[in-house]
């Protein structure tokens, strides 16, 4: 079994003016078997709390445990090769000296004592990535879908307590993406933890079981894919996952316990909310599946700018024109409802969430 307790980790690169605070007071736990993927934006932390899980990075502060022992903590830095931990990088890493079954033999070469049957435990993991007929061949002889096979069979030969994806499938077209996703999702486990970083939140929702959301150095918030995707704590999470419309509104009444009435621009609707606002403003967020077409008057006005067909719907960005605070929309509408760029629509809120977490927005 493996778990993962990460306890109040800074790391800094550079010093003085030039100084970069990659982490700051990051801490969060990834219990036995559970998939955990790691989203957010470039420069946010995500890679560097992976690296140093794995030992490739020293901390300036706070400590990491893997299965109840001190990997890296004040005066502790177990190497990576003792951490019985397993690395996929995006540019896969292979040796191109070695064939693709000595590519992934070569975990189990490193502890022989505890990896017997080497050549069954290759087969197996060739199989189980559907390369069985390339164990011959080289990492040029390879795609680049391929490659990232090996290195995910090279990864899970060794039965590690932990794996870590570093953005694997980023270098790979959209089709290759499922292909790899299918797979990855067979390397859960009850007895591995999974550390998944990644930019691309289709990936994280698809594959985690949850999902901590980073952005300069910090979390924000950490929950199931459906939990981030309905109630978003602060609006970087509402506008990063399932990228939300992000309105501020004036706090009407309350409309029971769970349930607030709003008004943006003049429309008045209800949200759902985790507890009544204390102020007369709050964040409110509506994801662009969430509006339906108004009849008449009714609903909030909204000067189409771009339509972008999306095969099934449409995908329409503008203006909501609520008086002097003017709020860019994006909102997904039905084919039958025929966009037009310069048009007026009006639109009705059916689902909208109050952020909890957030700053109340000034008057």
Known sequence: MASIKIRNVSKTYGAGAGAHIALA???????????????????????????????????????????????????????????????????????????????????????????????????????????????ERYPDQLSGGQK??????????????????????????????????????????????IVYVTHNQEEALALADKVAVLSGGQIHQVDTPLALSQEPSTRM???????????????????????????????VFAARCREQPAGPLAWVSVQPGGFEPADGEDGMAMRTDYVFFQGDSYLMEGQALSGADDELLTVRL??????????LHRLRVMDAWVLPDDIEPHL
């Open 25 to 135: 007071d990051v801490s969060m736990d990834i219990e036995d078997g559970e998939f955990v993927a790691l989203l957010g934006p470039s420069g946010s932390g995500k890679t560097t709390i992976l690296r140093a899980i794995a030992g490739l990075e020293t901390l300036d502060s706070g400590s990491i445990e893997i299965d109840g022992q001190v990997v890296s903590g004040p005066n502790i830095h177990l190497a990576p090769e003792r951490r019985r931990v397993a690395v996929v990088f995006q540019n896969h890493a292979l040796w191109p000296q070695m064939t693709v079954a000595d590519n992934v033999m070569f975990p189990l070469l490193v502890d022989r004592k505890r990896n017997p049957d080497i050549e069954r435990r290759v087969s197996d993991a060739l199989l189980n990535v559907d390369l069985q007929a390339l164990g």
């Open 148 to 193: 990232q096979r090996v290195a995910l069979a090279r990864a899970m030969v060794g039965n590690p307590q932990v794996i870590l994806f570093d953005e694997p499938l980023a270098s790979l077209d959209v089709e290759l993406r499922r292909d790899m996703q299918r797979l990855i999702a067979r390397a859960k486990s009850p007895h591995t933890a």
């Open 334 to 343: 039905p084919l039958a409802a025929k966009p037009e760029v310069g048009s």
């Open 237 to 267: 999470v509402a506008s990063f996952v399932g990228g939300r419309n992000i309105l501020k509104a004036k706090v009407l009444a309350s409309a029971g316990r769970n349930q607030v009435t709003l008004d943006v621009g003049g429309y």
